[in-house]
């Protein structure tokens, strides 16, 4: 994944997982910089499956669903066990599917191979969601033209009422019914959830890119013959009600939703005849050698 810009270099990449706690991804890591967000929140490692979310940050595995139940998907809330002796590999099996995720960081752009293992025709959503560590001077790119949907915690901000019983309202990126959403600070008390994605033939790859003063942090997602897509978590301190905080969540995605109760057809993935869905997460680093 090159950046393509005058004086960008690439910055090698480490990760380490926490797999016993739900396979989370607790480091991603490169010159000096650490990318993932993390709060210190004890009650993560006493989770169970259907428990509600825990956010200790990092980067969660959300898989069937995002929204709606289980919280953030079944995954996250499981032990996940060893595949091979280095410990690149890891396999979770919940009530529906096993998932399997072998990680090479070998040659610093961190590469993340998935299988899911279902019945033909299961449907599910999948995100990979990373909360970064950014400044208020962060902003969010994505590749090509996407359609952003905007979910009903959007509401407060969309300057007209909310469509009565819709689901989501969609218009383009990246200022949709005028919401900066590439703007990814300071905080301003706003909370709000988005998916982006494009139409057409070139759905089965999606590439979000954060840039933060001379860094910046690509993350690509491919699956062929599925619907795939940016999410986007930009809570500026406005959620939770009771303790606010701010978190940037940019989240590669199978699926155009986030509670795979509100799936239409096209919206969601779906399991072949062969049982098998396999996708790749591809995330490398850059730093800009002039500066930002």
Known sequence: MSENYPGSEAVPLSVRVDATHGGRWTQLSGAGREWLWQ???P???????????????????CIPTVRGTPDHGDAWSRAW????????????????????????AGGGVVVADYALVARPGYRFIWAGHALLDLSGDAVLEIDGSPRARLFPEAAPYLGRPWPEGAAWVEEQWPEPAGIPLHILGPGDGSATGAVMYQRGETSSTAT?????????????VQCDGQPT???????????????????IGVEPMLGRVFDLADAAEGDCAVTPASGVVN?????????????A
């Open 208 to 220: 979000a890119r954060v840039r933060d003063g001379a860094d910046s942090l690509s993350l690509r």
């Open 81 to 104: 066990t060893a595949g091979d002796p280095e410990g690149s590999e890891h396999v979770v099996r919940c009530r529906d599917f096993e998932l399997r995720r072998r990680i090479d």
């Open 279 to 291: 996708w790749r997460l591809t995330i490398a680093a850059h730093r800009n050698e002039n500066g």
């Open 229 to 247: 897509g940016i999410a986007l978590w930009r809570n500026l301190g406005g959620f939770p009600p009771e303790g606010p905080y701010r978190s």
């Open 39 to 41: 709060r210190d929140e």
């Open 43 to 61: 009650l993560r490692a006493q989770v169970v499956p259907g428990d509600r979310f825990v956010d200790a940050g990092g980067l969660e595995e």
